[in-house]
């Protein structure tokens, strides 16, 4: 989480700065701030508004190098105080920081007891301060050297950026979270990601873990912590499109990335086959294949669980990635670990690969943004193709994983051809179904649902529609939703239904008669039952038409009908569903 963007050329104006920020709010939306040079004095602008609505042409000051910030905060209220960047006393270096100390504790301590003070609340201003202190003590005041030993005695994971006016320098270190250079003839820009400066170019270089990139007006070289030495830049050219994403006529991106998933559903297709194939020939073997991701990344993966095990055959195990600990002593040489994320930067999910990998686990992952860090680490990379996603909620990324899934699956039956015809036809059903005729019966659901809590009930693969279905519900209104087996109902659950409770039960075809069952069941205890499903029932006070899908592809489309409810929920509270509150998109921190 958090967005750092750093900034040295010749002139540019804050206001690009802002832009640049503008690209990387998702990555946080507590807080955002500046730092640039002003008569030899580094000067800040910290804000608490939000980003999109504020105007970067207020900020023309031209400046030759400057720093930028988007935080969620790990450490400290949301204030300005706390907000980066943090400058540093003599008002000559400053620096944004994403990650988390972890030893910032011990360090504040040993630092209080120096009697060096504090201003802020925040783990980073441990480093701000660690570096003024190894500043002082070196007689060169050199950057790099001061730098690589604070951070060497900073436990976690912390990507850095400094500024600093007396030597015109731009440094930045990555670990754990991303870090990326950007260069023109003239201007070196840093980032979290290309994004922020792929208005200005597209010539990268994307660090590695531990290096550290120091940017000068006549040059920029790269230094690898580790090694203790200089080591070449290998800056090469993007060649993916770099979609500048635009609500367009709607409202917001998240309703935006929901009706786009008609079209985004068929572009999964373009998944690598061959690698596919590799895949797959590996899996065959003898071994494990455990299925993880974080959050609504977790729950497409155990949808994908059930489409390998009932479809493929394939015993899979299905693993939180906060949970690994309990998985890995068992992980064995030649297993696959496939890992499910949107921005292939999520902090636990890459833990755990990163120990996974040590214990020679094959890796596969599932990302929607090219040249994420977990594809950097997997034998066997793979792309949704969703295209940029801007609402903090996982949507049409999600679909297309499951596409992936399905594909997958079907290749080990060796019917891909086949499956990949079925997924060209959804886009008709999928647009019929998204249309705005059809979401007028959602927004009448959606007001229909009184009450703090509401539950979802579901069997099968329609058990992880439900799991997701809860969080899209909890993240976009805030309103109390759990998702539970429809099995477990009268092993406790139904004790929670009193007359009016909302209560979701997928019950599609397949499922029919044990879910209208269960449907009932809760009825007859006063409950207000939204049934999901092909077919009516008496048991339904409100019913959503699930479409008829040919073969098991509603295990792609399960989820769409959720994500709607979620969304009008979300602003018939007038909740901005892309922003909500306290969420970021790329959880970066553990
Ligand atoms: N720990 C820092 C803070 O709270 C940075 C947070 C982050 O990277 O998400 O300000």
Redesign the pocket.
Known sequence: ??GVFGYLGQNSSLGEVVEGLKKMEYR?YDSWGMAFPLEDKIETFKSLDSLQSTNSEQFDLSVEFALGHT??????AVNLT?C?PHSSLCGRFALV?????ENFQQLKSELIEQGIGFSSD???EVILRLLEKQLTQQASRSYRKALSSVFKQLKGHNTLVVIAVDKQLLLGIRNG?PLVAGRTGKDVFLASDCNAFASQTRDCLLLEEKQMIICEAQQVCLYDLELDSYVDCNWQVLDNEIEMPDKQDFPHFMLKEISEQWRTVTQATQVDTELMEELVASIRKPNHVYITGAGAAYFIGEQIGWMLRNLAKVKVTCVPAYESQDYLPHMQQGDVLLAISQSGETADTLRFIQSAKQQGILIASVVNMQGAMMSRLSDFAFYSYAGPEICVLSTKSGTSQLVFGYLLAAQFENRLTQAKAEIERLPSILSRYLDQDSQQDFIEIADSIKGEHLYLLGRGEYLAAAKIGALNIKEASYVHAEAFSAGELKHGVIALIEKGTPVICFADDKNQDYMTAIASEVKARGAYVIGIGESNNVAFDKWINLPSLESNLSIVSNIIPCQLLAYFLAVSKEIDPDRPRNL?KSV??I
Request: glycine fraction near 14%; hydrophobic fraction near 30%.
């Open positions: 989480m958090c946080g935080r969620w905060a790990t450490h400290g706390n980066h920081h994403n990650g988390v100390v925040t783990d980073s979270s970021a970066t921190v």
